[in-house]
């Protein structure tokens, strides 16, 4: 069981949405690592994790909007695909 635990920004509104009948709370979260090289250049890194959640009754849901910092922990699942776009491999995290 890989748990993940992540601190970052909601890169939209929290989307309700339902598949097989079960509805569930999908949002995006970006963390951005800042950084300065050995030569004084100034570099960044966003990285974006999908998230999910179940319980859709839930009271915060009206809070995730966009640019909210929020704290999400859960099990991580990760996953390899195809970016045609790129023609190259990626891997991505999610959480749920």
Known sequence: MLKVEVIGNLGADA?????NGSKFVSFRVAHTDKWTTQSGEKREATSWLDCTMN?????????????????????GTLR?????????????LSIA
């Open 55 to 75: 319980n859709v009754e839930s009271k915060v849901i009206p809070y995730l909007k966009a640019g909210v910092k929020v704290f999400v922990r859960g099990n």
């Open 15 to 19: 989307e309700v949405k339902e598949a």
């Open 80 to 92: 390899v695909y195809s970016s045609p776009k790129e023609r190259q491999m990626k891997a991505g």
